[in-house]
């Protein structure tokens, strides 16, 4: 069973910058596709930001402030924040995709806060 685990949440203000970070239990050089999702108050979970086979997508609202990377020898995917707005406030779920022949299995991780007020 994988476990991923998130860490890098907190409150900072506009403007500011965070990372967040999920760790992977196990390598993650077998997951096809690593990825970022939100979820505010009261909204349903978006995606924020995919990496697979190295390339990168993001959702229009973080395009140009957030940067998504994975570190194969860490077992490790970043999510670099900028110039954060109120409107990034939301809990922050990392998942990984384990592709086996025909079957996906996704993993999820608990979450973590990232609160953008001043």
Same mark, same amino acid.
């Given at each position: ?35 970022? *999702? ?19 997508? *993001? ?15 860490? !077992?490790?995917? *970043?999510?670099?924040? !900028? ?9 922050? *779920? ?25």
């Amino acid at each position: 069973q994988v476990q991923l685990v998130e860490s890098g949440g907190g409150l900072v203000q506009p403007g500011g910058s965070l990372r967040l970070s999920c760790a992977a239990s196990s390598s993650i050089f077998s997951f096809n596709t690593m990825g970022w *999702y939100r979820q505010a108050p009261g909204k349903q979970r978006e995606l924020v930001a995919v990496i697979a086979s190295g390339t990168t997508n *993001y959702a229009d609202s973080v395009k140009g402030r957030f940067t998504i990377s994975r570190d194969n020898a860490k !077992n490790t995917m *970043y999510l670099q924040m !900028n110039s954060l707005k109120p409107e990034d406030t939301a809990v922050y *779920y990392c998942h990984a995709d384990l592709r086996i022949v025909a079957t996906i299995t996704r993993y999820w991780g608990q979450g973590t806060q990232v609160t953008v007020s001043s």
